[in-house]
């Protein structure tokens, strides 16, 4: 009788301990054996279609990751499992190695999320000289903006920031930064990182006075929040003219002699990956370039300023026939280029800004670009995983500038915007470049 309790005993135990060892957290739909279809699938064609893919990590790191999530899959939601493939994506430390938000946040089989449908913590940031403040929040948090981020959670900003660089893709710290500033206030990835523990949690701030504020955020979709902006006056060099193309446009301030070229994109309706019946869409670069090119021949001013803080890249032909037409098409003896550049200068945007500093000798001002001066170029590669369907783009090149050089390009002078010239319209690159002898 005591043997027959005792296997009773044994069994049961055994079968409550299987069960805990398997309780996943949260929804699955694809089976173990797919999940582990498509980690092996990720690592054979990413080794042969990467360029260098052991630059930053190395094999052994690599292997150990796959491993590690093959090990773990059985006790991982669906969105664990995306979300950790991100992790093991961003430890490459390559910007073009990434997976797409969305991708990452639709559930496994259904039609890919529109951003309204994301559920986040409804307030945006932006960094300043003394940290990241409140710019954009749910109007029934307004009292917050334009306070300091002190921690969520009991997490503090610094650590938050840390975690959530885990799950993108960058080439520097830089970017790292930038990313996460993006991605901080959605739910699913801060509740992966236990960074949260439920919908609602606890925000601590720092007004001008040093005073801390404790609010609780409720997470909430995107298309429910209603947002209202920072109050602030807009710099002189913000207003586009009108009928100017986003992309790029340029103007100039008289009062300064300074012509003022902004460059957000470097495309082209005639660009080779420009699908032909969506290039109505897009300007003319070649058309703008001659105009631009014009203006700085046939007038007169002291200084050029290509302000590329918000530029993430594009063609890199257009970067060459950029270069080629200043330096050779132009009378720039007795005027001084300056860029401007930041965290969002990245990819063909830092490879302008590099030769730009070290071809035509122009002054670099702000911060150290997003993007790497050695970088890996792509054309918009992908990898489709065959079950999940995650998608993991890549690179297909490997563009160096400067043997041994690591990071970003570095600013001859560093800027950082600070808090209190933002709103009140004053921007602190373009201060510095007018007061510039």
């Known amino acids: 009788m005591k043997k027959i309790i005792f296997i009773m005993i044994f069994i049961f135990s055994t079968i409550v301990l299987s069960g805990c060892?398997?309780?996943?957290?949260?929804?699955?739909?694809l089976d173990n054996k797919k999940w582990i279809q498509d980690i092996e699938y990720l690592d054979k064609n990413i080794r042969l279609k990467h360029p260098d893919l052991f630059r930053y990590i190395s094999e052994e790191e690599w292997k150990i990751s796959l491993k590690k999530l093959k090990s773990d899959v059985e006790k991982l939601s669906d969105a664990s499992i995306s979300l950790r493939i991100a992790q093991i994506i961003s430890q490459i430390k390559d910007a073009h190695t990434s997976t797409d938000v969305l991708n990452l946040l639709t559930p496994i089989g259904k039609e890919k999320i529109e951003i309204e449908e994301v559920i986040e913590?409804?307030?945006k940031f932006e960094y300043f000289k003394d940290g990241l403040r409140v710019i954009e929040c749910d109007s029934q948090y307004k009292d917050?903006?334009?306070?300091?981020?002190?921690?969520?959670?009991?997490?503090?900003?610094?650590?938050?920031?840390?975690k959530v660089s885990t799950l993108n893709s960058y080439d520097n710290e830089q970017f790292a930064k930038l990313r996460a500033k993006k991605c901080m206030s959605i739910y699913e990835f801060l509740k992966f990182l236990q960074i949260v523990?439920?919908?609602?949690?606890q925000y601590v701030f720092e007004n001008e006075n040093k005073e801390k504020t404790n609010i609780k955020v409720k997470a909430i979709k995107n298309k429910e929040a209603n947002y209202v902006n920072l109050e602030k006056k807009e710099s002189e060099i913000s207003e586009k003219p009108e009928q100017k193309n986003d992309f790029y446009w340029f103007k100039e301030f008289e009062k300064d002699n300074i012509l003022y070229f902004k460059y957000n994109r470097i495309l082209t309706k005639q660009g080779p990956n420009i699908d032909k019946e969506n290039a109505h869409n897009?300007?003319?670069y070649y058309e703008f370039e001659r105009n631009l090119i014009d203006?700085?021949?046939?007038?007169?001013?002291?200084?050029i300023v290509i302000d590329l803080r918000n530029n993430r890249g594009g063609a890199f032909a257009l970067v060459d026939s950029l270069i080629s037409k200043l330096k050779y098409?132009?009378?720039l003896n007795d005027k001084d280029i300056i860029v401007i550049q930041g965290k969002e200068t990245a990819s063909a945007g830092a490879i302008l800004s590099w030769r730009l500093q070290n071809k035509l000798d122009a002054t670099v001002i702000g911060e150290e670009s997003g993007?790497?001066?050695?970088?890996f170029g792509t054309e918009g590669e992908f990898i489709t995983l065959p079950n999940s369907k995650l998608i993991i783009k890549y690179p297909y090149s490997d563009v160096t500038c400067k043997e041994g050089h690591v990071g970003g390009v570095k600013p001859d002078v560093k800027i950082i915007q600070t808090y209190e010239n933002y709103i009140n319209g004053i921007d602190d690159c373009y201060e510095f470049i007018k007061n510039l002898n």
């Open 197 to 201: 523990d439920g919908d609602e949690t």
């Open 371 to 375: 993007g790497n001066v050695n970088m």
């Open 329 to 331: 098409r132009t009378y």
């Open 282 to 284: 897009y300007p003319d």
């Open 144 to 162: 917050i903006l334009g306070y300091k981020l002190l921690s969520i959670n009991n997490v503090p900003t610094d650590e938050v920031i840390k």
């Open 21 to 29: 060892s398997s309780t996943i957290d949260g929804e699955k739909s």
């Open 295 to 303: 203006k700085i021949n046939n007038d007169k001013f002291d200084k």
């Open 121 to 123: 913590f409804p307030i």
